[in-house]
Structures are given as C-alpha cells and as structure tokens.
C-alpha cells in the first residue's frame, strides 16, 4: 500500500484501515487528516533553498502520494507551477539521468524494440483505463533543445498541470517517452547517460515506429486523447498532419502556442477597438511555435472573411 502512489494515504491510514490492510506499527501513531499532512509538507516544502531541491522534494511526494500532492499542488498553485514546470523543470531535464531514483509512472519506449511498444504500454498503464496521454521524443524541449530520455519529465510535468488546472483525473493519464536517440554530444558523452546514445533515428524508420505506437496505443485505450509535446521542427507537424483527422491529438506547440497568441490577440484588439484582419502580423522564426501561431491567426482570419490573396500578399 505504501508503494502505490494512487491509495497510499500515509500518516492518513485510519486506524480501522491500519488494521484491515496490517499496517499495525508500520506508521507513526497519530492519524493524521489530509489537511494537517498538507501544512506539514508545505512547512517542509519552505524549508529547501533553491527551486531545484523544491522541485525535488515535491517529486518525493508525487511518487509517494498522489492525493496528498495534488492536494498540496491545488492549494498553492501560482507558487509550484514555475517550480513543478517550466522553467525549474528544464534543470531536472538537463540533470535527469544524475537525479534518476524513480521512473515516475512513465513509459519508456525504444526506437530499437517496436516489438515492445504494445506490452510496454500495458505494464505502464498497470490496468488503469487511460484517456490522457502526453507522448515526447524530447528533441525540442522548451528553450534547451535536444535532451533524449531525460526529456520524459517534460511529459510527467505536463500532466500534472492538466491534473491541478484542469481536474483531469491522475489515474487516466501516462507520460510516454520515445527515445530515438539524441543528437546532444554531451549526452552522448556522459558514462550516467540512461537513453539510447546514438544519434537520432530519422526517416521511415522513426516514422513506422510512430505509427506502431499511435495504433498500439489506440487499440489499448480506445477513449484516448493523443497529445504530442516537444517534438522537433523536423516531425512534430509532419506527425499532427499524418494523425489529425483520423484520431482525437493535439500538439502543444504548434497548436497550444498559438491558441494562447491568437486569444492574446484578440484581447488586445477588444481594447483597441480594431479588427484582426486589419493588422499585419510578422513571426519571428519559422520554427514549430512560430509556424503554429501564423497557421492559427491565418485560420481566424479566414474566419473573419479575409480574402486569402490579401493574406498572402
């Protein structure tokens, strides 16, 4: 009971359930309610110095204690979601295979062993019925590029946001990671390095896999929701195009990114007073988010009856 993060209660077990379950003098005496085990772990949480070792501690909980970390999470969420995401995740991404002590409930697939995909899967999912899934393959992750494996915290992050912004329940959700390899020579360098250490898989090859993955993971959970996170600029369209209109996906970067531009627009020209279609928009780069914030404004234009010849001109 103590190692399953989704029933562990700790220090919360009640005494009818100590004995049920034999957890007589496994635990200290006092049954502690949710609440008083929130203030402690906060008071607990205030104690670390940098936003690393906060970050660390929370970890600690979550793979221990979902309950009592999303109780903890939803009660401070301004203050933990620069420390449970972005930006302090970017230093537990660069330092993940060093810090490595548990896989966090994530699946972790290999581009060498599609065989695997389908059962490994099932063991990552250990029975739950899944209908949230945050796949990476980790070569864009946020501003610091390509991290290979250690990018899956990318995907565990993302989900504990869904989980505190959006009451997406914890136990219909897994983190996938697809190590492809990692073109990061310092990766590739590092004894600790736990990923595949060659360069990335290209081509048909990386292409077959993804399609074995997206059918795998359909036939397994077939109320899926598919989102793709940080892929690189090469695929992550390529990918959203190939999947779109066949299953329920989204990709964060291209369309996430622009959603949350094109709803900033739209803010600022309520305030103003002026219509979209009247601007003139420059993207500066043409990368994954760059191309999804143009894709979205010229949708909404195109909504709001602007002529395609003047968009293009």
Do not use: C
Request: glycine share 8%.
């Amino acid at each position: 009971y103590f190692n399953d993060p989704f029933i562990n209660k700790g220090t919360a077990f009640t005494e009818a359930e100590r004995e049920e379950l034999g957890l007589n003098g496994l635990l200290p005496a006092k049954v502690q309610a949710l609440q008083e085990q929130v203030d402690q772990t906060y008071a607990q949480f205030q104690s670390k110095v940098s936003n690393l070792e906060k970050r660390l501690f929370l970890m600690e909980i979550f793979n221990t204690n979902h309950v009592l970390f999303y109780k903890l999470f939803s009660q401070h969420v301004v203050e933990f979601m620069p420390i449970v995401y972005d930006p302090t995740i970017a230093d537990t991404i660069e330092n993940y295979s060093e810090l490595f002590v548990e896989p966090q409930g994530a699946a972790f697939l290999d581009i060498n062993h599609p065989e695997n995909i389908q059962s490994t899967l099932k063991n990552a999912a250990n029975g739950r019925d899944i209908k949230l899934l945050v796949v990476s393959d980790a070569e864009g992750i946020l501003g610091i590029g390509d991290w290979g494996v250690q990018g899956v915290d990318i995907a565990v992050g993302k989900l504990m946001v869904y989980t505190v912004a959006a009451g997406i329940d914890p136990s219909t959700v897994l983190a996938v990671v697809i190590d492809a390899g990692t073109n990061n020579e310092k990766l590739l360098k590092d004894p600790m390095y736990l990923g595949n250490k060659f360069n990335r898989v290209r081509g048909d090859k990386y292409y077959d896999f993804i399609d074995k993955f997206v059918n795998h993971a359909e036939s397994l959970f077939p109320n899926l929701y598919l989102h793709w996170e940080d892929f690189g600029r090469s695929n992550a369209s390529n990918i959203l195009n190939s999947y779109k209109d066949k299953i329920a996906t989204f990709n964060d970067d291209i369309q996430g990114t622009g959603i949350v531009v094109l709803a900033g627009v739209l803010g600022a020209l309520k305030i103003s007073g002026q219509k979209l279609t009247d601007q003139t928009y420059m993207s500066f780069g043409a990368g994954t988010a760059g191309m999804g914030i143009v894709k979205q404004l010229h949708e909404e234009m195109v909504e709001q009856g602007l002529p395609t010849k003047r968009l293009k001109s």
